[in-house]
């Protein structure tokens, strides 16, 4: 092969189509009528185009208003969301919700990414920022829903991660399996929150809240909290899921993936018999 100089570049430019048909052969800009001033100027308006669609990326839309998705902003992100988030959510019963049972699939799923705290259905456009933003905006939204339930419930109940960006204290641990600890009676309640954007039903159990929910003791329950709409104040939905890794539950989730990723189908009928009300 040979190597391509600027008159050979060009022509093999022109003999793919890739070469303007009316333009001279030629990387003279004299010959071009093109200017230094016109190449800054072209250089600097890609640039400009660079940074908007970076910081684009690192926004959602929280109801009518805009966040920027930043470490540093995550409490400011967490008080905006306790001023939206509306009475009749927080009234919502921690008690599980009904599901169908499902038929088993032999059909490959389509493999899909996300932060382990959202589900990543309906999310595929969105950057790894965006989405651990979403998974922020869950768990505030939670946090604020056990404390209506709990009387007694603090702070002190959130385990996650996301925790110490919005406390400081170092309290979270991503690792335990589970986001809050709630302790009713005598028992331990663990929840671990999926986030959505949309009317999704899906989600995905990290490997350490598989065990965590398939390793509970007599008086510990594990339940998902599972959060639709979480950018939308007005519409949000939260519904709590019995432990995916019961055997007792087993039929209501389909495995979605490799093991981790369950499906489930919200039952038209509601009666609260079934549900387990703490």
Known sequence: FDRLDAPGLIKALALCGHWPADMPATLDLDVLGITEDDIAALVTEEER?????????????????????????????????????????????????????????????????????????????????QISGIGLIGEV??????????????????????????????????TLGYDFEVHHGKLRLLYEVKATVGDDTEFTLTPAEMACAQQLRRNERYR?????????????????????????YRQQYRFAGEGVRLRFVLSATKDPAESLDV
Do not use: C
């Open 224 to 248: 998902v909290v599972f959060v639709q709409h979480a950018l939308e104040p007005d519409a949000i939905a939260i519904r709590v899921l019995p432990n995916p890794m019961s055997p007792q």
């Open 49 to 129: 185009a660079r940074q908007e669609a970076e910081v684009k990326r690192r926004q959602i839309g929280f109801g009518d208003q805009q966040v920027t998705i930043d470490e540093t902003n995550y409490p400011a992100i967490a008080q905006l969301v306790r001023e939206r988030v509306s009475r009749q959510l927080l009234d919502v019963a921690p008690r599980e919700v009904p599901l169908d049972t499902l038929a088993s699939s032999t059909k490959e799923p389509r493999r899909r990414e996300g932060r382990p705290g959202t589900t990543a259905g309906k999310q595929s456009r969105l950057s790894q920022t």
């Open 141 to 174: 939204i939670v946090l604020e829903w056990l404390k209506a339930q709990y009387s007694d419930l603090t702070d002190d109940a959130w385990k996650s991660g996301y925790r110490n960006m919005v406390l400081g204290d170092g309290g979270g641990d991503d």
